[in-house]
C-alpha cells in the first residue's frame, strides 16, 4: 500500500533565529501509483462521490493532511 504523505527531517541550523520545523511534508497524487484503471474497481455510491470529488475510493486524497502535527520519521 503506497502513502500520499511523505514526511522528511530537515537540517536545523544552531544559529536559525526562527523556531525550527523539525518534521515537514508533502503529499503525491494517487493517480501517480494506479497505471491504468483495473476492471471491477470500487466506486463510491454517487451521493458521496460527489462529496469526494470523484467516483473512486482508490483515487480519492483527502486535504490538507490529516496527520497534521503528529511527529514522524
Known amino acids: 500500500m503506497f502513502t500520499q504523505f511523505k514526511y522528511w527531517r530537515p ?3 544552531p544559529f536559525d533565529p526562527c ?3 523539525l ?6 497524487p494517487p493517480q501517480l501509483y494506479i ?3 483495473p476492471p471491477g474497481m470500487e ?3 454517487p451521493a ?4 469526494h470529488g470523484t ?3 482508490q483515487l480519492y486524497s483527502p486535504y490538507p493532511d ?3 502535527g503528529v511527529e514522524k520519521p
Do not use: D, E, G, R
Open 35 to 37: 497505471h491504468f484503471q
Open 19 to 21: 523556531k525550527p520545523i
Open 66 to 68: 490529516p496527520k497534521k
Open 23 to 28: 518534521v515537514k511534508s508533502y503529499s503525491t
Open 11 to 13: 537540517f536545523v541550523s
Open 55 to 57: 467516483l473512486w475510493p
Open 43 to 45: 466506486q463510491f455510491p
Open 48 to 51: 458521496q462521490a460527489l462529496m
